[in-house]
Antibody, heavy 120, light 106 residues
Framework: EVQLVESGGGLVQPGGCLRL?????????????MHWVRQDPGKGLVWVSR????????TYADSVKGRFTISRDNAKNTLFLQMNSLRAEDTAVYYC?????????????WGQGTLVTVSS | DIQMTQSPSSLSASLGDRVTITCRASQSITNYLNWYQQKPGKAPKLLIYAASSLQSGVPSKFSGSGSGTDFTLTISSLQPEDFATYYCQQSYSTPRTFGQGTKLEI
């Protein structure tokens, strides 16, 4: 069974940093592109970042470019999101998602989400 | 960036109804269009990918159509578990933008 489990969320002050993790199981993690998507409380879904299967290609939303870093450890089946210089507007539930690739490009599995709150 | 616009933003329907949600892209995305269902407090769930392909395990009451810039999600014979928020998403280019969501209410 495919499982994605996020951790690392919490309350942080503006300007602070946080590192999110996403532990993957039930599939060959090293074969899949992975993404982070966030959702402001009560709002819609916003794509944040992606990383290719090898970890050498990364892409970011303009709103987080230069502040967030996506990475992965294929030996440990874990995806990361290092978040620096956090702002109030980064407050959201952060989901990791696997990109399915058969017949298209889509997020076929999602984690349960981890809440990040940026507030003084 | 490609903008995705869903309509309506909210929709009231009754059990047994058939409803259609529309998603429009700001430029052609061929068939790189996905639909997700999200219930309160839960992660989104993939329903339809590549505009019209039903994800494994998803009931056939859900169907998608369209290409280019205009797409639709149709849900037939509404049941209580179908009342949720639905999002379209383009996967033609990065950033992988989502529509603003359509809340389907009883």
């Amino acid at each position: 069974e495919v499982q994605l489990v996020e951790s690392g969320g919490g309350l942080v002050q503006p300007g602070g940093c946080l590192r999110l993790s996403c532990a993957a199981s039930g599939f060959t993690f090293s074969s899949y592109w992975m993404h982070w998507v966030r959702q402001d409380p009560g709002k819609g879904l916003v794509w944040v970042s992606r990383i290719n299967s090898d970890g050498n290609i990364t892409t970011y939303a303009d709103s987080v470019k230069g502040r967030f870093t996506i990475s992965r450890d294929n030996a440990k089946n874990t995806l990361f999101l290092q978040m620096n210089s956090l702002r109030a507007e980064d407050t959201a539930v952060y989901y990791c998602a696997r990109e399915g690739q058969v017949g298209g490009r889509y997020f076929d599995y999602w984690g349960q989400g981890t809440l990040v709150t940026v507030s003084s | 960036d490609i903008q995705m616009t869903q309509s309506p933003s909210s929709l009231s329907a009754s059990l047994g109804d058939r409803v259609t949600i529309t998603c429009r892209a700001s430029q052609s995305i061929t068939n790189y269009l996905n639909w997700y269902q999200q219930k309160p407090g839960k992660a989104p769930k993939l329903l339809i990918y590549a505009a019209s392909s039903l994800q494994s395990g998803v009931p056939s009451k859900f169907s998608g159509s369209g290409s280019g810039t205009d797409f639709t999600l149709t849900i037939s014979s509404l049941q209580p578990e179908d009342f949720a928020t639905y999002y379209c998403q383009q996967s033609y280019s990065t950033p992988r933008t989502f529509g603003q969501g359509t809340k389907l209410e009883i």
